[in-house]
C-alpha cells in the first residue's frame, strides 16, 4: 500500500523535473519515514495515512527541498521530521476522536442530571451521579457543564475560562474519570 502513496502526490506535481526529484527522494526515503511515523502510531494504515498527508505536505515545498538537498544530511531530518510531524498530527487527532467517542458512555447520565432530568426509574442512579457530580472541583464541573449542557466546543470552552484547548480536554478527560470513579463509589453504597 505505502507504494501506492507517491502516485497521489505526485499527480499534484506539474514539472517532469519536479516530479522525478520527488520520486527520488520517495524511494531514498520512504522506509525511514515509515518506520518513524509507524515508531509514533504502532498502527499500519495510521503510519500510511500520515505519510500520504507528509508527501502531500512535501509536494507543496519542492524549492525548499531542492535547497536542502544540497547540504548534507539536511533533507534527510527535513523529510523525517514531516513524517514525525505528520504521526504525532494524527495520532493526537485520534485522541480527539477516540475522547468524543468516551463521551457517549456518560453523556445522557450527565446531561440528565444537569438537565434536572427527573425519572423515577433513574433516581437512584441519578442520586449517586449527583454526589459524583457535587464531588467534583469547580473547574471540573464547570467544563463538563459547558461541554455537556451548553454543547459548547473545547474551542469555545478555552476561550470562555481562559484556558488552551489542550488544557480544556485535559479537564474534560480527567473530570469524566473522576465521575465515574466517583459514580462508582456511590453505586455501591445503593447496592
Known amino acids: 500500500m505505502l ?3 507517491l502516485p497521489l502526490a505526485i499527480t499534484r506535481i506539474e514539472s517532469d523535473d519536479d516530479r ?34 507528509c508527501w502531500i505536505a512535501l509536494c507543496d515545498h519542492i524549492p525548499r527541498l531542492r535547497e536542502l538537498a544540497g547540504r548534507d544530511g539536511e ?31 456518560i453523556l445522557s447520565a450527565v446531561k440528565g442530571v444537569l438537565l434536572a432530568s427527573a425519572r423515577a426509574e433513574e433516581w437512584d442512579m441519578q442520586e449517586g451521579l449527583r454526589a459524583a457530580l457535587r464531588a467534583l472541583p469547580p473547574t471540573y464541573y464547570d467544563v463538563l457543564q459547558m461541554a455537556y449542557t451548553d454543547g459548547m466546543k473545547a ?37
Open 75 to 105: 533533507l534527510r531530518r527535513y523529510v523525517v521530521r514531516c513524517a514525525r510531524n505528520q504521526a504525532i498530527h494524527a495520532k493526537r487527532a485520534h485522541a480527539r476522536e477516540v475522547l468524543v467517542g468516551s463521551y457517549e458512555d
Open 155 to 191: 474551542r469555545e470552552i478555552g476561550r470562555t475560562m481562559r484556558l488552551k484547548e489542550s488544557s480544556v480536554w485535559e479537564y474534560l478527560s480527567r473530570a469524566r474519570d473522576l465521575v465515574r470513579r466517583l459514580w462508582a463509589k456511590e453505586r455501591a453504597r445503593y447496592v
Open 3 to 5: 507504494l501506492f502513496l
Open 20 to 53: 522525478a526529484f520527488m520520486e527520488g527522494l520517495y524511494v531514498a526515503y520512504r522506509v525511514l519515514m515509515y518506520r518513524q511515523a509507524y515508531s509514533i502510531l504502532h498502527h499500519k494504515e495510521g503510519a500510511e495515512d500520515a505519510l500520504a498527508d
